[in-house]
C-alpha cells in the first residue's frame, strides 16, 4: 500500500540508460532508440563506461560522472553489477529505477555469498529507492511522451493503463492494441515483483486522473491482504478488469476435508476478484472490449435487454447466450407492445426479441429503437443488423445513433457480416457507441456491464445488523482449541468439533462417548432407539469411507455389533489408523430436510475462505459450491448462497416448503465470526448441516487447527476492529460507545446528519448539504479498516435505541505519511467533551499505528474546533490564497501527553 516515489517512475523529469548500448539488437540499444524516438522531453543520459556516446547522446562512464540527478535509472545491466549500481544510484539520490535485466535469483554476489536478488532488495529498501522488475519489459506513458521499455512497438495515448506480470504477453497486447487502434495511458511490466507489486500500481492508476480504466493480468500475488485493499479501494472510482491465468484444475490442493477438496487457487482467485469489486474476462479480446463497454456505456439502472433485430436468427443466438450467462430478457409490456404495433409490419415477433424484419429500412429501425428505450421495462437496448439487399446498414445504424443520442438508456449494436457493415460499424465508433461484430460478443458485453453494477452494487450494500446481540462463549472455545493444539494430532473428535458449534450458537446433536461397543450400546439405551453411531479417530477424516458410520439402529445389540464390525473394517482398510471411540446420538428425524455444507478451509495468500454449497456424502461428485471471504453480513451471506443451484431447492421447490433461509445466514454469519475470533482453525467442515423451515441443525462436524505462529494466517479483509471499542462518560454523566463505524451504521448517520445546524453542516462539508445519496453515505460507513478509520460516538436514545452523536475520520495517504482528518458532533450535544475526545482517540490511534502527520483544514470562524486543536498541540496556519480556511497540522512523532491527561474540562467541545 505504497504509492511512495512512483511519481519519479511513471512521470520523470530525467532518465539515465545503465548499460545504454549501440550494439544491434542490445537490451540497451532498443532502451535508447525507445527513449529518443518516443519524443521524451527531459534529459536522457547513457551509462557506459566503453563509449563516449550511444545513439548520438554524450555518454558517461559511471553514476557518479552524471551531471544531474536522474529522477530515474534504467538498468540493462548483468545481474552481478547490479548490487553496485544500486548503492551509486543511492548515494546520486534517485529513487525509482526499472530493473529489466533478468536471472537475479539465479546469480550468487562474491562479496557477500547471498542471491543478487535478495541484496538488491535489502540496498533498495534501505536507500528507499523504488524497483519495477526486475525481469520485466518496461513502461510506457505515451501522455508524456515516456517508452522506458524494450518493447517492439510504442504505445499509443489513450484513457486505459494495462499492467501485466508477463512480458511475453505485454508484447502480444502491443500487436493486438495498435491493430485495434486501442491506446493506454500507462502501460506497465512487474516482471519479478522485488518491490513495486500489483496493489502498489491499482493505488497509483486509481487515483491518477488521465486513466479510466486499469487492466490486469495477474499470474500470482503475493500480499493477499494489501492487493485487495487496494482493488477495493480503486474499483470504488473506476473499472478494474483482470485476466487471471491458470483456470484448470492442477490449482486444487490435496486436502483432508470436503471443502478443501472443492475448493481450488483459481476458485479463490474468482473469489477476491469479485469481493473487491473488480471484473474477470478470460482473454484479450474480452478485455478490451470489456473495457470499451463500460468506458462508452451510462451506467445501468437495471439488469434487463431488450434486443431489436432484422433477422430471428441472430436474435435468438442472442437470446441463448444472454440466458446462458445469467442474464434478463425484458419482458414486454402490453403499452410496449401496442406501441411497437403501430410502427412495425404485422408480422412483427410481438415479442422480445424484437424481429422488425428483414427489410427494414432506417425509418423502422428509428422508430422501433425510440420506443424500447423509452419503455420502463428496458434498461438497455442491443439493436442487431444482418446484411439485405433491400435495406442500407448505413441508414440503419444512423437511425439508431440518432436514437441513442435521445435516450439515457444504454445502446448497444452488432452490425453482423463483414466488408457490407464496416461502414456502420465505424460511424457508431465515432459516435461513442459500442459496436460488436457478432451477437455472442454483444451479450457478453452487456453482461459485463451487469456484473460490474451488480459488483458496485455489493461494495456498496448496506446490511442489516444481525448479529448486535450475538456473543459467543469464545474463551470457552479457546480452552478447547490449546488443549486440542498440546496434542500430536491436530484433528479434533467429533465432539469437540461440536463443542466450537455450540460455543458459537450453532445448533447440533447432543453426542454421548462411548470407549468401547460394549458402553457404546449403554449409551444408546439411555438416549432411546434408533440411534446413530460413528468411529472416533483423528486419524480418519471421512468416516463413511471405511463404514464408520451405522445409521438405524434400533436395538442395543445391533448397536454392539455395528461397532465391533467397524473395528474390523478400519483395521483391514486403515490399519494405523487410532480409534479413540464411538459418538453415540439420537437418530434425528427431520424427513423434508436438506442437506448442506459450510465449510473454512485456509488459503496460502488470502487466509480463511469460507464455502457453501450442497452437503452430504455425494458433495465432492454434486461440486456444487461458492465461497466467500470472511468477515461476512448478512448481504454477503445471502450473495454466498444464492451462487449455488441449491439455493432455489432450498427457497421451496413443489411440495418441499422453503427452509428458513436468515438462519442459514446467520450460521454463516456464526462461522465467519468464529474465523476471525480463532486464526488457529485451518480447516472447518459441517457436513451435512440439516436445513428445513424449523432452522439448521448440525449432525456431524471437524476441525483441524493449527498454531498461529507470529499471526501469520490473517483475513485478507481487515475484519472490524472490536479491541478499539472504548467507553466514555460526557460532562453529563452520560454513557457513551466510542467505537469503528460499521456499514449497518448507514441509516442512523442519516439521522444524525439529518439534526446537525446548518452552520455545523458548512463548517464540516464547507456547504450546504441538505442530504447524502447512498452512494456517498456507503463510502463514509463501509471503509476499509486497512487503510481508513471512523470512530464513532453512540448512545442510547429515549426509546432505548442506539444512536449516533458524533464522529471522527481520518484518510491516510498510501505511505501512511500522512492523514487527514474530519471531526462533527452533533449539534444540541455541544459542551459535553465529545469533540475533544473524538479527535483525541483518532490521534491516539493513528500514532499507534506508525502515521507521522495528522492533518485537516478549519473555517476560521469555526472558533470552537480552533480552540481544541490549538489546545491539543495542532499548529495552526492560513491556507495559501484562502483566508476563510486554517490548515492545522499535527506532529505524531512528538510529545502527546494530552492524551494521556486531560489538562481542562474541554466544556467547551
Known amino acids: 500500500m505504497s ?22 539488437n542490445a537490451v540497451g540499444t532498443v532502451v535508447m532508440r525507445n527513449l529518443l524516438q518516443g519524443g521524451f522531453q527531459g534529459p536522457v543520459m547513457p551509462v557506459n563506461p566503453k563509449r563516449k556516446a550511444v545513439a548520438g547522446v554524450l555518454a558517461y562512464p559511471d553514476v557518479a560522472s552524471l551531471p544531474i540527478t536522474p529522477e530515474m535509472a534504467i538498468i540493462c545491466t548483468p545481474p552481478q553489477t547490479i548490487p553496485m549500481l544500486i548503492d551509486d544510484l543511492g548515494l546520486k539520490g534517485t529513487h525509482a529505477i526499472i530493473c529489466l535485466t533478468a536471472g537475479l535469483g539465479g546469480v550468487i554476489d562474491e562479496q557477500s555469498g547471498r542471491k543478487v536478488i535478495d541484496l538488491v532488495e535489502q540496498k533498495a529498501r534501505a536507500l528507499d529507492i523504488r524497483i519495477l522488475g526486475p525481469n520485466c519489459v518496461g513502461a510506457l506513458v505515451p501522455g508524456i511522451k515516456l517508452n522506458a521499455s524494450f518493447a517492439h512497438l510504442p504505445a499509443r495515448p489513450g484513457k486505459i493503463a494495462f499492467v501485466s506480470q508477463s512480458g511475453a504477453l505485454c508484447t502480444a497486447v502491443l500487436d493486438w492494441a495498435r491493430t485495434h487502434n486501442v491506446g493506454f495511458s500507462h502501460f506497465l511490466s512487474l516482471g519479478d515483483k522485488i518491490d513495486i507489486d500489483f496493489a502498489d500500481v491499482i493505488d497509483y492508476l486509481g487515483s491518477e486522473p488521465g486513466t479510466r480504466a486499469i487492466l490486469l493480468y495477474i499470474e500470482s500475488v503475493r500480499n493477499g491482504r494489501k492487493f485487495i485493499s487496494a482493488a477495493r479501494s480503486a474499483s470504488r472510482n473506476k473499472p478494474i478488469i483482470v485476466i487471471k491465468s491458470g483456470r484448470a484444475a492442477e490449482g486444487a490442493r490435496a486436502a483432508a476435508s470436503h471443502t478443501g477438496a472443492l475448493a481450488g487457487m483459481d476458485a479463490v482467485y474468482d473469489t477476491v476478484i469479485r469481493r473487491a469489486g473488480m471484473l474477470r474476462v478470460c482473454n484479450i479480446g474480452e478485455l478490451f472490449a470489456a473495457v470499451e463497454t463500460l468506458a462508452r456505456a451510462k451506467p445501468l439502472t437495471g439488469e434487463s435487454l431488450a434486443i431489436m433485430t432484422n433477422g430471428g436468427g441472430i436474435g435468438v443466438m442472442a437470446v441463448d447466450d444472454l440466458i446462458e450467462l445469467g442474464g434478463k430478457l425484458s419482458d414486454l409490456s402490453d403499452q410496449t407492445i401496442t406501441a411497437l404495433d403501430t410502427v412495425l409490419p404485422v408480422n412483427w415477433s410481438r415479442a422480445n426479441p424484437v424481429d422488425i424484419i428483414g427489410d427494414a429500412p432506417g425509418e423502422r429501425y428509428a422508430a422501433a429503437a425510440e420506443i424500447l428505450t423509452s419503455a420502463r421495462e428496458v434498461d438497455a437496448l442491443l439493436a442487431m443488423h444482418a446484411p439485405v439487399a433491400t435495406a442500407s446498414p448505413t441508414d440503419a445504424a444512423r437511425a439508431v445513433i440518432n436514437a441513442a443520442r435521445k435516450t439515457r438508456c444504454n445502446v448497444l449494436t452488432s452490425w453482423v457480416g463483414g466488408e457490407a ?6 460511424m457508431f465508433t465515432a459516435a461513442g457507441i459500442p459496436s460488436y461484430e457478432t451477437p455472442n460478443h454483444a451479450v457478453s458485453a452487456f453482461m459485463h456491464m451487469v456484473n460490474y453494477r451488480r459488483n458496485m452494487e455489493m461494495l456498496m450494500e448496506t446490511p442489516p445488523s444481525a448479529l448486535e446481540a450475538f456473543e459467543p462463549e469464545t474463551e470457552r472455545a479457546r480452552a478447547i482449541i490449546s488443549q486440542v493444539l498440546t496434542r500430536a494430532n491436530h484433528m479434533m473428535t467429533e ?42 479417530s483423528t486419524d480418519i477424516s471421512h468416516k463413511s469411507d471405511v463404514g464408520g458410520v451405522a445409521l438405524n439402529l434400533k436395538t442395543p445389540e445391533a448397536v454392539q455389533q455395528s461397532a465391533e464390525n467397524m473395528l474390523v473394517r478400519i483395521a483391514e482398510l486403515r490399519p494405523g489408523a487410532k480409534v479413540q471411540g464411538f459418538s453415540v446420538q439420537a437418530m434425528a428425524k427431520r424427513p423434508g430436510a436438506h442437506e448442506i455444507i459450510i465449510g473454512v478451509f485456509t488459503d496460502v495468500i488470502f487466509g480463511p475462505v469460507i464455502l457453501f454449497g450442497q452437503g452430504g456424502t455425494e458433495v465432492e461428485v454434486v461440486k456444487d459450491s461458492a465461497m466467500a471471504l470472511p468477515p461476512l453480513n448478512m448481504n454477503l451471506a445471502k450473495d454466498l448462497v444464492g451462487r449455488t443451484r441449491i439455493a432455489k431447492l432450498l427457497a421451496g421447490y413443489r411440495n418441499r416448503p422453503a427452509v428458513d433461509m436468515d438462519q442459514i445466514y446467520l450460521t454463516l454469519m456464526k ?104 452512494t456517498e453515505m456507503a463510502k463514509l460507513t463501509q471503509i476499509d479498516y486497512d487503510r481508513q478509520m471512523a470512530f464513532i460516538a453512540t448512545g442510547m436514545d429515549q426509546e432505548n435505541l442506539h444512536e449516533t452523536l458524533g464522529v471522527v475520520r481520518t484518510a491516510t495517504d498510501a505511505n501512511n505519511h500522512t492523514a487527514e482528518y474530519a471531526v462533527v458532533v452533533r449539534s444540541d450535544l455541544k459542551g459535553e467533551g465529545l469533540g475533544w475526545k473524538l479527535l483525541a482517540k483518532m490521534i491516539g490511534y493513528c500514532r499507534a499505528r506508525g502515521t507521522r502527520m495528522l492533518v485537516g483544514e478549519v473555517l476560521a470562524n469555526n472558533r470552537r474546533m480552533l480552540s481544541i486543536v490549538e489546545e491539543m498541540g495542532f499548529t495552526i496556519t492560513p491556507l495559501p490564497n484562502e483566508e476563510s480556511i486554517k490548515k492545522v497540522s499535527l506532529d505524531l512523532t512528538g510529545d502527546l501527553n494530552f492524551l494521556y491527561s486531560r489538562g481542562s474540562d474541554h466544556s467547551s467541545t
Open 3 to 24: 504509492t511512495r516515489n512512483l511519481d519519479k517512475l511513471f512521470a520523470p523529469q530525467s532518465v539515465a540508460v545503465i548499460g545504454a548500448s549501440n550494439r544491434p
Open 421 to 426: 457493415v464496416e461502414p456502420a460499424r465505424q
Open 495 to 536: 465432539p469437540e468439533a461440536k463443542a466450537i458449534l455450540t460455543a458459537y450458537g450453532i445448533p447440533t446433536v447432543e453426542t454421548y462417548i462411548a470407549e468401547d461397543p460394549q458402553r457404546a450400546a449403554q449409551h444408546a439405551s439411555k438416549i432411546g432407539f434408533p440411534v446413530v453411531i460413528k468411529v472416533l
Open 671 to 774: 462461522v465467519s465470526q468464529m474465523v476471525i475470533d480463532i486464526p488457529e482453525i485451518l480447516e472447518l467442515d459441517i457436513n451435512p448441516l440439516w436445513s428445513d423451515e424449523n432452522g439448521v441443525l448440525a449432525l456431524d462436524a471437524r476441525i483441524k487447527v493449527e498454531p498461529n505462529e507470529n499471526g501469520a494466517r490473517q483475513l485478507a479483509i481487515r475484519p472490524y476492529p472490536k479491541q478499539l471499542e472504548e467507553q466514555f462518560e460526557t460532562h453529563s454523566g452520560r454513557r457513551v460507545l466510542l467505537r469503528p463505524i460499521r456499514p449497518e451504521d448507514e441509516p442512523r448517520h442519516h439521522e444524525f446528519i439529518s439534526r446537525l445546524t446548518p452552520e455545523d453542516i458548512r463548517f464540516r462539508f464547507f456547504g450546504s448539504v441538505k442530504s447524502l445519496p447512498h
